[in-house]
């Protein structure tokens, strides 16, 4: 099974985007959001779970939750836009990943045994940072493992 992870698209829905999550089994949005026309699109993909960042304060995306636990292939997903905000021990709570997004910054870190990731900002260009989504691999049998793509 095959997750597409995205954040931060502020509103842009990047053809490119669209394009490599083809053939994902479920898309995982770490907030900032922007409009839900994205969330729309995505859906024509596949399922789609997805949190309100700081920049969905208002509007239709403002009803997005903060924080969202998802379970999907036998794995249970923390999302919530913002690491900074974790309020939990993600180890402690049975989590095998916490999905977040906010910095911009693309991260894959494992911490006893739970893996962190931050896709990256799949939405405006902002400063030096790349463009980028991930993708989460959950085999059948073995780890899941996660990849940052970057997005052109």
Known sequence: MIVGV?????GL??????????GVDRIMHCGDVGDPMVLSMFKRIAPVNAVRGNVDSYGPCAALP??????????????????NMLDLNPEAAGFDAVLTGHTHKPLIEYKRGVLYLNPGSCGPKRFSLPISYARVTIPEKGKMTAEIIPLT
């Open 66 to 83: 903060e924080t969202s636990v998802i379970h999907f292939a036998g794995k249970d997903f923390y999302i919530l836009h913002n690491r």
């Open 13 to 22: 829905l990047r053809p490119s985007l669209l394009k490599a999550l083809a």
């Open 6 to 10: 995205v954040s931060d698209t502020h």
